[in-house]
């Protein structure tokens, strides 16, 4: 009798601790689970931060005052030629001042040979301390007087060609709405005009356009009008 007795303690046990193993095992891992909802719940707020842009540091592109009461200055740099034309119509068609940034040594078509490792572009783009251009006048006359400056510029190697640079170091934008553009035969405007904002540390810098070299004036007029 007390053998039967054993062996039914042993059976209970046995099944007892089956049961508490089976348990153990199957338990649901809260941890894990709590962390993958933390995860996922912080790439859904990602996600949605980007499609917001509530994290969206850049400035948004405003409504511009182009009015005759409103003082506009077009500024560019042009290495051969294709900047001035883009330049001159757009303040032709804004009734607009113009500054041309010049250099004191000016580029010849030599100096311009990208081809050329040992041409005077190609010496500056592999050393950025031989990028600070000095120009024969650095600050536009009456600068204060104006409210919106249009910015154009050559791309050399994806940013603005670096007179560009010299202008920008060399004028306060404080309180000034600035609009760049650039033309190229091929290349996009990348990040030349957030790098020249960076640059300038003041104004209201809208986002840059990017003209081809053989920009019409129909392009110009329509791009003007997307700006009002």
């Not at 193993?21 to 996922?40: C, G, H, Q, V, W």
């Not at 499609?51 to 077009?74: I, M, Y």
Request: negative net charge.
């Amino acid at each position: 009798m007390k053998q039967k007795i054993i062996i039914g303690i042993i059976a209970v046990v046995i099944t007892a601790a089956g049961v508490s193993a089976y348990f153990i095992l199957n338990k649901p891992n809260r941890t894990a689970d709590n962390e993958n909802a933390s995860m996922n719940q912080k790439q859904s707020n990602e996600e949605t931060t980007n499609e917001t842009g509530q994290n969206n540091t850049e400035t948004e592109p405003t409504d511009l005052d182009l009015t005759s009461h409103n003082k506009t200055l077009v500024v560019y740099y042009s290495a051969t030629g294709s900047t001035r034309k883009v330049a001159e119509q757009i303040a032709a068609n804004l009734n607009a001042d113009i500054f041309e940034i010049v250099p004191e040594n000016i580029y010849t078509a030599d100096d311009l040979n990208w081809n050329n490792e040992n041409s005077r572009v190609s010496k500056e783009h592999n050393d950025e301390t031989l990028r600070d251009v000095p120009l024969t006048v650095s600050q536009a006359a009456h600068w204060e007087d104006y409210d919106t400056v249009f910015i154009g510029y050559p791309i050399w190697w994806g940013v603005a060609a670096w007179p560009t640079d010299s202008f920008v170091k060399n004028n306060d934008f404080q309180d000034k709405t600035v609009i760049p553009f650039c033309t190229s035969a091929s290349s996009g405007i990348g990040n030349s005009d957030k790098l020249l904002s960076e640059t300038a540390r003041k104004g209201n810098w809208q986002a840059g356009h990017r003209f081809s070299s053989n920009a019409s004036n129909d392009d110009i007029k329509a791009w003007i009008e997307s700006l009002k």
